[in-house]
């Protein structure tokens, strides 16, 4: 049977609609402003962007919906209850604070901010205002990710032993970021949503390589370790002709192969694995005795179809709504950037060890 | 067309067969024993184990071999050429040094010694005595491995940019050995074939984790850098329900993936890549103006059916009548043993970056 | 490299745009709405449909395009070169009449008219008129079809020895038609635009069944006679839980094969297959003598992004232009018609081989 | 959980082992003789073949088991229960005769005979004295097929919709049969096997090509209907650089996929499809209101790892102590020649139905 992700909120009978714009109308901001406007929480009440034209690009075909050349220009012709920031990421910081002082509520693109700096000063003021800061990892939101997050709170993989995410293809070298703030994001914010605990290793050591000389890591390999003597590793990659898009969870029950790139077979459920039990003897006998395998069924459950962004903007009524932190909130976002930050000083220590600022534990409670 | 490694050393008409006996009947030695019996360079002239049943075994179905108790009983009744150790790793530094020291040559399954230490002695002892010292290195002997070293050293991908190398699948946990010195020694003697200053990375870093308490690592990565600013990384686990065996090397001109689980399509070379001309601008131009992207043929080259096992002890005699190293000398070995040793030094360390000892440039010319 | 289908009419810069009004609004109007709107070669002048408010639904966005009820209304009102009819099948044969009849240049939806006799009468009155007739049959503008139907002209595949197309999938039990008609229609007008004499058969054989009891097939295998004593086999499935799109060209040189659903390797050409000399002697020392097998690369060509639509549009403009048939023209059209009516008949015959009715030879110079 | 084949005979402990030999000691004998040498039922008493040198490459490495150039001398030498023929297909006739006549058990390779006429002579020998006669059709004792005649018997399919078999390869043209008497064998023992009333069609339709000039059909198409309006399909196929062995078996609840070249997911049941409920409305009504789909989980479930001809000498001892027919009796191997025939007459008649001989039902009880 088809599960359905049944904890996230449902379309429903809203009163009245929330009011959002969408800022940027860039790659991303056409596809937030399409969910604003098809869902049944939201009103798209604006699309801003410095480039009027680029922004009534989109703002036609969704029936005339105003635009405005910048924020400042939106917060004074028309209200609105939250702006979705899909803006460049160095900008992120300055359009959120903009936006959280006018007591607006704020989603962003990821990654956060473009530093765990930066980020701390979104959080910290979302939650002096007891506004909803919500970060946009669109990836939670899909069908799959949910899915697993479900199957690993009701303990059907038993114990994490090791996450592999592998995520690469000939992409774009960026100007401005490495392949890890580039494509890592989505991996480390998967690993946030569906580890019970969250993202919180202490140390994170990273390898890249340059090998064009483009100024920039362009293939990555990022490892930490996991609660219980479990690790997880990340390969980010530019330069490979081949994509994969693939997240093995290995779990003392059974393991979970995620191939995004499968939609016949996008998750796997494999109840094999090694058994291997804790005995008190000598270690040469316990290993010897105590090791067995399992080659059991594979399962693949179906995913209903549903699009993460339509999940994701419904969520974030319903934080707004509920006056509670969504479920990739800016705790969320900033989690991420703590290991992005720790990965760029490792590769700058040449692998070293580095360790991850988590900072206090007030934020714990904010949304 | 079908490409023949045709500098290998083709089956000819030798003069006389050179002979060779077997030491160890366990799980190796049956192949080789076959491989000595089938070729036209050898003569299989005796199997030895200490389990005399367990020898005679093999020996009876090859035409009742004569089978020894050990090598001094073999040494004592009949006279050999050569001698290829099978026995477990942790002996093949006592038989090695014994058999050199009777003036055999000598052939030595992976890993070469349990200790680089115990290997340099055992390449140096060959050297004094001019007698050949050979890794079995199987893999380098397929017709992938070949093929990919053939290409390499023809310019066809160009320079090399990454190495990623993935061999999981659900394995015996080892009662002797972790996970790295299990199954990366494939990885780096591949490495060390096809690259052609071969194996000599300053430093590696380490990574692994035990997550089931066995005592030892069971899900590993391995990193290290190549000539040029280009990477290598090595995944191994014993604790994967899917069986990945999957090697890609990124080229400057084209990118080669070796997926040794697809025998109808072994080798796939992509011509695709990133092109990135170093123009002397300011760095925010030279990104912007000068990537682009090459999105050319795949090609699929047609391997010979060939048993590696067979190449293997062809090349083994051919490098002895030759007076030759072998393609898998016991110099290869021992920079096989030189990145495992560092390895675990780094693993000790927490992932810290271990140097790797190389030894002296005297070994070069050694076989 | 990357080849491109240059034979192709490619954009220019004609003196005028032709106008073309898209009649029917329902599941393709819009893509052909959208094609004649971006390309070069047409104004999009109009979208008719009984449904004003869902032709409006299109109209609007593509920069609100004039809307008409009818296609007399359209003709009463404003100046077209040609029309597209996206309709209804059973409705082709009426609208095409009435565009033709008015002197415009007609593209027509697959299948080309709901019986051979109708569709006849189109592609006469086209000829009569000296008006292009073209049938969309879109796949064969795919960046595939076209580098197969070059690679076949160039002989790079040989003689033709066998075609083998599946397509099969959980499809809609369409309520007119059977499984034949509704995805056949695919495979016979690629076949038709691959093989340099088009589809000719004499005859055709066609099984099929209806396990569900729906009234009609669910699940078909057609089969005819190629030249040379080669075959065709077509599978179509609506029940098949699996999607599968593949056909497979084996020549005496190199087989292909398409598989429209492996985006990373959607051909692969190879230079396998089984060599046969006839030689004149016993029939039995020829068979032990004469085969032989080659066992060569694979090469999978690069494909353009091109979307099959856009180069549809503009073929049609061109045919038009240069008054000659469009590459799938009516009489195109018409022999898929030949070979379905045909599969109808032998269905209803149990599978016997049933005549396919070819018309007369004026058909060939016409457009 | 691994399911293991329950009801086929497990190794037990024999009062005594029956005594076999092998005839024919060519591509099949050898495997046969393993498997009578490894087993707990059986002992292999002699291999023979009038080539003696080749039978004794056989028995030697199995124990020095004696060798005879003939059945008569095997039977003047030594006492057996059985005879195991794996002799070139035409002589199966003659000397399975001449071992039932001398009061053996007997297991034919498949096919049967190199005729019905001739089958049917061994069937009816074999009922009048007694013996077991069975047919070596080794797919069906593969852990997939046994798991396919469990599922389909205990009714996890439903009813069956349709039967859909691909074996293509780049195959040895044989010089004595065509494609269809080499490949298609396979495909319709395993449908018998699996089928609840056996393979049972009323007539037949075989369409074929022999494009290279060989003198018989290297491509080849087969068509039958099931019970309730489903059909069958066989594509065998001796030109195609790709191998593939599949077999879809479209159910009302499930269908299931049998691909043999994957082992890491042999099979797979997909919990979807089209639900049709017959409504006693019009025809219009019915198809519009009553169709549904389901979207459900894929399975996949482990299989025991267990080596076909094993399962299969243990079911011809079953068979013979049990007195009673074995799963693939000479009755099942008469079934499929009973198809084969019809198809070369079908494929004589240009693709028309052609009936298939069923004989009487005294066939039914025997062994």
């Not at 997240?247 to 192969?257: A, D, N």
């Not at 000598?282 to 993460?308: N, V």
Request: glycine share 8%.
């Amino acid at each position: 049977m088809v599960s359905t992700p049944d904890s996230l909120p449902q379309p429903g009978q809203p009163q009245t609609r929330l009011r959002a714009a969408v800022i940027g109308a860039g790659y991303w901001g056409p596809n937030l402003a399409r969910n604003f406007k098809s869902g049944p929480d939201w009103e798209l009440a604006a699309i801003v962007d410095m480039d009027l034209a680029r922004a009534q690009k989109i703002a036609g075909p969704l029936g005339d919906v105003p635009v405005y050349p910048g924020l400042a220009e939106l917060l004074d012709s028309t209200e609105v209850d939250a702006v979705a920031i899909a803006t460049p990421a160095r900008t992120h910081h300055v359009v959120a604070l903009q936006a959280l002082e006018a007591g607006k509520h704020v989603l962003v693109e990821k990654p956060l901010a473009a530093s765990r700096e930066l980020g701390l000063q979104m959080v910290d003021l979302a939650a002096d205002r007891g506004l909803t800061l919500m970060a946009d990892h669109t990836y939670c939101y899909t069908p799959a990710a949910l899915k697993i997050r479900q199957l690993v709170a009701d303990g059907e993989l038993g114990d994490i032993l090791f996450i592999d995410s592998v995520r690469i293809n000939l992409g774009l070298v960026q100007p401005d970021v490495d392949v890890f703030w580039d494509l890592a994001p989505h991996d480390l914010s998967v690993i946030d949503f569906i580890m019970p605990g969250g993202l919180r290793p202490d140390t994170v050591a990273a390898h890249g390589a340059d090998p064009l000389g483009t100024g920039k890591s362009c293939v990555g390999h990022l490892t930490f370790a996991l609660p219980n003597n479990a690790m997880a590793h990340i390969n980010v990659n530019w330069l490979s002709p081949t994509k994969i898009r693939r997240m093995v969870i290995g779990g003392s029950k059974r393991t979970l192969v995620w191939d995004d790139l499968n939609p016949q077979q996008r998750l796997s459920v494999y109840d094999r694995g090694v058994n291997f039990e804790k005995v008190s003897t000598t270690p040469a006998q316990r290993t010897a005795q105590a090791i067995s395998y399992r080659l059991g069924d594979t399962w693949s459950p179906a995913l209903p179809e549903k699009e993460a962004l339509g999940l994701m903007v419904a969520e974030f009524a319903a934080s707004i709504r509920e006056g509670r932190p969504s479920r990739t909130s800016g705790a969320a976002g900033l989690r991420v950037l703590n290991v992005l930050e720790a990965a760029s000083r490792s590769l700058a220590d040449n692998g070293e060890q580095s360790f991850v600022a988590h900072g206090n534990v007030q934020l714990e409670g904010i949304r």
